[in-house]
């Protein structure tokens, strides 16, 4: 990770997929902020290509329809989307032909000491295709990257493969396999609360800490997504990737710096020790939901199995809750809860961290553990609950929190994930992405549970939309006498 916001090296960023809504929604405008902080160096172009008859003009037109949509009026300035625009050229090219990266050629070889990004925002099928086009054309020097978005495989088998494939023709160091939570400042603020205040950590481990819940809620439902959902389900989307993501950065050991080597290292350590879930004990600790008709602020949701594009009678999972649990020194017994889910009552991506209770209680009140709560959306914050004697005669212990509001102590815009990706993809520095190995471990805790849930015929449990979830992930939690945070009315 790099301390500065200083500016990029001069680069030449080719965007594959440009007309995609990945690019158009997100990509481009985390690009279009960077300008506007300054940060992107004269010379830095944006070179978007896709199979698509556009003129440049045309795209800029189409990029600019979206970047409005996307960006806050507020946040749109006109003078600097023009001079944004200036950076930005379309290639139609088909990366099936091998002829069209020719074209590809004429645009960079004018520049050939620039860093050069090719960012694979296509199906991974293409993966392959691509880097060997590329290749091919003589386009890739030692200043070039790849980086590519998930999912990487649907298995251990075909991310090894794919692993396999970018490793052809690029070097790890060369490759970037991006997580947008980790560009998340909230998640690099996890790392900033655990390794830069020396408070917490004689408390993070299990002498102190009972247990820990990950929830990454979303009110949205499967949105015209049918296609590549129905074929993933949340465990593939969601838990394989950024739950797995936030519970390492939770649970890893202290790395001895922030060189990217030295967190990954830390990173894999913790998913090697994921204890495994396998046969039988999947629906021990598992539990695989699918919402069901429901109502979401006011408003009615139809159910997954009627959205547009889903399979009739399809059992993929929207919902997954799962108890983990860690065999190492630190964590030995301490249970993980993790929970994902669409069409939950709002959007929430929230750590909570269950301190003991004291041993032996000398004041009148229900419950004494001590929580730290880690909000990441949709509002940065982080709050300690401690117990206060309340107000008046009795000696009643309340709870009342310590609070930190970000917007608030920094007064200053959020970054999107992406803008802090893109930045560090161009200059270089991977601890933000993700190393093979550390995508290989987690599938290979992942692979067992969909093992299991096929030999078991585990079903989806079904939640109404706009609830919590499936009644059987409150029963998981409750085996160990603790609660999703929405049974404390406190929290
Ligand atoms: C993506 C998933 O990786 O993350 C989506 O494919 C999900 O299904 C999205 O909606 C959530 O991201 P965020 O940043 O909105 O929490």
């Given at each position: 990770?790099?301390?500065?916001?200083?500016?990029?090296?001069?680069?030449?960023?080719?965007?594959?997929?440009?007309?995609?809504?990945?690019?158009?929604?997100?990509?481009?405008?985390?690009?279009?902020?960077?300008?506007?902080?300054?940060?992107?160096?004269?010379?830095?172009?944006?070179?978007?290509?896709?199979?698509?008859?556009?003129?440049?003009?045309?795209?800029?037109?189409?990029?600019?329809?979206?970047?409005?949509?996307?960006?806050?009026?507020?946040?749109?300035?006109?003078?600097?989307?023009?001079?944004?625009?200036?950076?930005?050229?379309?290639?139609?090219?088909?990366?099936?032909?091998?002829?069209?990266?020719?074209?590809?050629?004429?645009?960079?070889?004018?520049?050939?000491?620039?860093?050069?990004?090719?960012?694979?925002?296509?199906?991974?099928?293409?993966?392959?295709?691509?880097?060997?086009?590329?290749?091919?054309?003589?386009?890739?020097?030692?200043?070039?990257?790849?980086?590519?978005?998930?999912?990487?495989?649907?298995?251990?088998?075909?991310?090894?493969?794919?692993?396999?494939?970018?490793?052809?023709?690029?070097?790890?160091?060369?490759?970037?396999?991006?997580?947008?939570?980790?560009?998340?400042?909230?998640?690099?603020?996890?790392?900033?609360?655990?390794?830069?205040?020396?408070?917490?950590?004689?408390?993070?481990?299990?002498?102190?800490?009972?247990?820990?819940?990950?929830?990454?809620?979303?009110?949205?439902?499967?949105?015209?997504?049918?296609?590549?959902?129905?074929?993933?389900?949340?465990?593939?989307?969601?838990?394989?990737?950024?739950?797995?993501?936030?519970?390492?950065?939770?649970?890893?050991?202290?790395?001895?710096?922030?060189d990217s080597d030295c967190i990954r290292d830390e990173k894999i350590k913790v998913l090697r020790a994921l204890k495994p879930i396998t046969g039988k004990d999947v629906t021990k600790y598992t539990v695989r939901g699918q919402y069901k008709a429901g109502v979401l602020n006011g408003e009615p949701v139809v159910?997954?199995?009627?959205?547009?594009?889903?399979?009739?009678?399809?059992?993929?999972?929207?919902?997954?809750?799962?108890?983990?649990?860690?065999?190492?020194?630190?964590?030995?017994?301490?249970?993980?809860?993790?929970?994902?889910?669409?069409?939950?009552?709002?959007?929430?991506?929230?750590?909570?961290?269950?301190?003991?209770?004291?041993?032996?209680?000398?004041?009148?009140?229900?419950?004494?553990?001590?929580?730290?709560?880690?909000?990441?959306?949709?509002?940065?914050?982080?709050?300690?609950?401690?117990?206060?004697?309340?107000?008046?005669?009795?000696?009643?212990?309340?709870?009342?929190?310590?609070?930190?509001?970000?917007?608030?102590?920094?007064?200053?815009?959020?970054?999107?994930?992406?803008?802090?990706?893109?930045?560090?993809?161009?200059?270089?520095?991977?601890?933000?992405?993700?190393?093979?190995?550390?995508?290989?471990?987690?599938?290979?805790?992942?692979?067992?549970?969909?093992?299991?849930?096929?030999?078991?015929?585990?079903?989806?449990?079904?939640?109404?939309?706009?609830?919590?979830?499936?009644?059987?992930?409150?029963?998981?939690?409750?085996?160990?006498?603790?609660?999703?945070?929405?049974?404390?009315?406190?929290?």
């Amino acid at each position: 990770m790099n301390p500065t916001d200083a500016q990029l090296p001069p680069f030449d960023l080719v965007l594959f997929g440009g007309t995609g809504d990945l690019a158009l929604r997100k990509l481009l405008p985390a690009l279009y902020f960077r300008h506007h902080e300054g940060q992107l160096p004269d010379q830095g172009r944006i070179i978007c290509v896709a199979r698509s008859e556009l003129s440049s003009q045309e795209f800029i037109a189409m990029m600019e329809e979206a970047a409005r949509r996307h960006i806050n009026e507020e946040e749109f300035h006109q003078s600097t989307w023009e001079t944004f625009c200036q950076r930005v050229e379309y290639l139609k090219v088909d990366i099936t032909v091998q002829d069209d990266y020719q074209k590809l050629s004429d645009v960079l070889s004018a520049h050939p000491d620039r860093v050069r990004v090719f960012y694979l925002s296509t199906a991974p099928g293409l993966f392959r295709r691509i880097c060997h086009g590329v290749h091919e054309a003589g386009l890739v020097s030692p200043l070039s990257r790849v980086a590519l978005e998930k999912p990487l495989g649907r298995d251990l088998e075909s991310a090894l493969q794919i692993n396999d494939e970018l490793a052809e023709v690029f070097t790890e160091k060369q490759i970037y396999r991006i997580d947008h939570y980790l560009g998340k400042e909230t998640v690099q603020n996890l790392m900033a609360l655990r390794f830069g205040n020396s408070l917490f950590e004689p408390l993070w481990r299990r002498e102190h800490i009972r247990d820990v819940q990950i929830t990454i809620a979303e009110s949205l439902g499967v949105e015209g997504r049918a296609g590549y959902y129905d074929q993933t389900g949340a465990l593939r989307d969601m838990v394989q990737n950024h739950l797995l993501q936030l519970l390492v950065i939770l649970a890893m050991e202290p790395p001895i710096s922030i060189d990217s080597d030295c967190i990954r290292d830390e990173k894999i350590k913790v998913l090697r020790a994921l204890k495994p879930i396998t046969g039988k004990d999947v629906t021990k600790y598992t539990v695989r939901g699918q919402y069901k008709a429901g109502v979401l602020n006011g408003e009615p949701v139809v159910a997954y199995r009627d959205a547009d594009g889903v399979p009739p009678g399809s059992n993929t999972e929207t919902y997954v809750a799962i108890k983990a649990e860690i065999d190492s020194w630190r964590w030995k017994g301490v249970p993980f809860f993790l929970r994902t889910g669409k069409s939950m009552p709002e959007k929430r991506t929230e750590i909570i961290i269950n301190f003991r209770s004291v041993p032996h209680s000398i004041f009148e009140m229900p419950d004494s553990t001590n929580r730290l709560i880690i909000r990441l959306q949709p509002e940065e914050m982080i709050k300690l609950q401690i117990f206060a004697k309340g107000r008046g005669d009795a000696m009643r212990l309340l709870p009342v929190n310590l609070d930190l509001d970000f917007d608030q102590a920094f007064k200053k815009r959020q970054m999107i994930a992406y803008e802090r990706l893109l930045s560090d993809m161009i200059r270089g520095h991977q601890a933000l992405f993700n190393h093979r190995d550390e995508v290989a471990a987690a599938w290979k805790w992942i692979d067992p549970i969909i093992a299991g849930w096929e030999d078991y015929s585990v079903a989806s449990q079904m939640y109404s939309a706009g609830t919590w979830g499936p009644a059987a992930a409150s029963a998981l939690i409750a085996r160990d006498e603790c609660g999703w945070a929405e049974e404390h009315p406190d929290v």
